[in-house]
């Protein structure tokens, strides 16, 4: 079973930009896709993007354009940019591997996100 931790939240003034990233305790080379997903207060917890092997990523169409997805799989690492940041972003985020809609592995602790001036 992979341990994933989250890190890089905090505090951010609206338009401001964070770096999430995701260390995971074991390989990740075998898993093609790996997705960014956040919970917001009273919500359910929802796909934001995904990124595959080879680079190819997808987003919710309400990052689109601002959010970035990468990944090293040598340090066994995801990463997500997040640019002109929203207060509707605030959520706590969390990352974890994905064979067709499931997730695989438990979930980490999540970093916590919020956007507020």
């Known amino acids: 079973q992979v341990q994933l931790v989250e890190s890089g939240g905090g505090l951010v003034q609206p338009g401001g930009s964070l770096r999430l990233s995701c260390a995971a305790s074991?390989?990740?080379?075998?898993?093609?896709?790996m997705g960014w997903y956040r919970q917001a207060p009273g919500k359910e917890r929802e796909l934001v993007a995904t990124?595959?092997?080879?680079?190819?990523?997808n987003y919710k169409d309400s990052v689109k354009g601002r959010f970035t997805a990468s990944r090293d799989n040598a340090k066994k690492t995801v990463y997500l940019q997040m640019n002109s940041l929203k207060p509707e972003d605030t959520a706590v985020y969390y990352c974890?591997?994905?064979?067709?809609?499931?997730?695989?592995?438990?979930w980490g602790q999540g970093t916590q996100v919020t956007v507020s001036s």
């Open positions: 974890n591997g994905r064979i067709g809609t499931q997730r695989i592995w438990a």
């Open positions: 074991g390989s990740i080379f075998s898993i093609n896709v």
């Open positions: 990124i595959t092997n080879d680079g190819s990523t």
